[in-house]
T-cell receptor, first 112, second 112 residues
């Protein structure tokens, strides 16, 4: 069964903290994605990666960075968390065309 | 620019049929996806259309008209468990790859 897991379901951090969100997939997928989901705005792409050590900026990369050292793992890093980064963060992976994406359960991050 | 429009909320009765519309204006088009997302859970893939016409999958069907920039998701014989958000997403070219642009989602409430 297809599986995308995220390290935490809920996370509370303070402004200025460095935050790591981890995502692991067990499907040997090439492509991995990080989105944030906010009410009324839908899912917005932060970063994606189509191979190990490769990364591409999405639509809203500011304030974020990513790391993909292994094929199965894609990490999202908030270098200095701010309150406007309070959101639901969703990781997804896909094997390629037509690129049906499989999503993880999400991490609800609150920055105080 | 990229724009995907869906109604914010819809209500329907158990056993009935409901049609959720999605219109899009995007720079490029390489397919349209529908996802279902129950509250607090990950989006799950429902359907994919790349050519004009209707794709049927059990109680769910999805239609695409590329010339009109229009799609709909049709849910028949509604069940209470169909209460969820339905996300329309368009696959568009991005640099040397593709990405999904999501609409804000349509929250469907099925009443007894």
């Amino acid at each position: 069964d297809v599986k995308v897991t995220q390290s935490s379901r809920y996370l509370v951090k303070r402004t200025g903290e460095k935050v790591f969100l981890e995502c692991v997939q067990d499907m040997d997928h090439e492509n991995m994605f990080w989105y944030r989901q906010d009410p009324g705005l839908g899912l917005r792409l932060i970063y994606f990666s189509y191979d190990v050590k490769m990364k591409e900026k999405g639509d809203i990369p500011e304030g974020y960075s990513v790391s993909r050292e292994k094929k199965e793992r894609f990490s999202l890093i908030l270098e200095s968390a701010s309150t406007n980064q309070t959101s639901m963060y969703l990781c997804a992976s896909s094997i390629g065309a037509p690129e049906e994406q499989f999503f993880g359960p999400g991490t609800r991050l609150t920055v105080l | 620019g990229q724009n995907i429009d869906q109604p914010t909320e819809m209500t329907a009765t158990e056993g009935a049929i409901v049609q959720i519309n999605c219109t899009y204006q995007t720079s490029g088009f390489n397919g349209l996806f529908w996802y279902q997302q129950h509250a607090g859970e990950a989006p799950t893939f429902l359907s994919y259309n790349v050519l004009d016409g209707l794709e049927e999958k059990g109680r769910f069907s999805s239609f695409l008209s590329r010339s009109k920039g229009y799609s709909y998701l049709l849910l028949k014989e509604l069940q209470m468990k169909d209460s969820a958000s339905y996300l329309c997403a368009v696959r568009v070219p991005m640099d040397s790859s593709y990405k999904l642009i999501f609409g804000s989602g349509t929250r469907l409430l099925v009443r007894p």
